[in-house]
């Protein structure tokens, strides 16, 4: 969220569910709704107030499987993104990878080693971002797995092509090119998120290896690459998946997170119905990820 005045939309859901929540957000990626929150029973979107459209909000919310209903609140003003950098925490994955801020200082590290049970150490790379509201689901587990599991692929990602997809702050496609990709893209839905990622490419030297663009999946056709990333809702997953199948090189790897465990079947029952095949997942915190290989 920038500093706008912004409209604060809560979303009843009868009966709630975390899945029935994501569906609603997933729901609503059409209309320009900056971030959300979800609070059971209800699922609260934020949305700048001259783009508030209560008609088409009611459009959307009428055709789900479940019943709604909604209420609208002008937010007072506050600065959302100095809101937001103050909630993220460093991201620390073994000895492989570290994420932090740029305002984290030493003694912040320190405390999320401590939360590891471990005393403050180096790892391998150092990624530095701005965290703006633009991270994406914001999830440390995903991201935490992803990077996990990108660091196991080392090899499938050095010197070959890699795609980014709903790439938020950019956070994977930096470690990408930190692991020497042949070269990486970044594409997200959101026009402030992919400026995000490519100032943060900038910010970790990696800018003449990695692009962005501003768009959804219908622009994977511009190229084929062998390592598809997906930190992303488990609809827009399931949704795109023909999509990413067909910009993957034979051999190709997609690797996907951002859903939950109980997710899982149904993700691998769309993957191997356009030929993927599975290779292995891995879960944190009721959180997935998986990794399918093109054949």
Known sequence: MNS???IEVTIRIEPFTEEAAEIVEAELCDLPYDSFVIEDPVLKAYIQKEDYDARALKVILSGLPFRTSFSANLVPFQNWNRQWENEF???????????????????????AYAAMGKPLGKTRFTIKIDPQMAFGTGHHQTTYMMMESMMEMEDRIRGHVVMDMGCGTGVLGILAAKLHAAHVYGIDIDAVAAQS???????NRVSKHFETYYGDASLLQMGKYDVLLANIHRNIIVMDLRTYVRSLRPGGTLLCSGFYEADISAIRAEAQAHGLRFHSQRTRDTWACLRFEKP
């Not at 990622?197 to 910010?203: K, L, P, R, S, V």
């Open 4 to 6: 706008s005045e912004y």
């Open 89 to 111: 925490e460093p991201i620390i994955v073994g000895r492989d990878v570290t994420v932090k801020a740029w305002h984290h200082t030493r003694e912040d590290l320190v405390l």
């Open 197 to 203: 990622a490519f100032d943060n490419a900038h910010g």
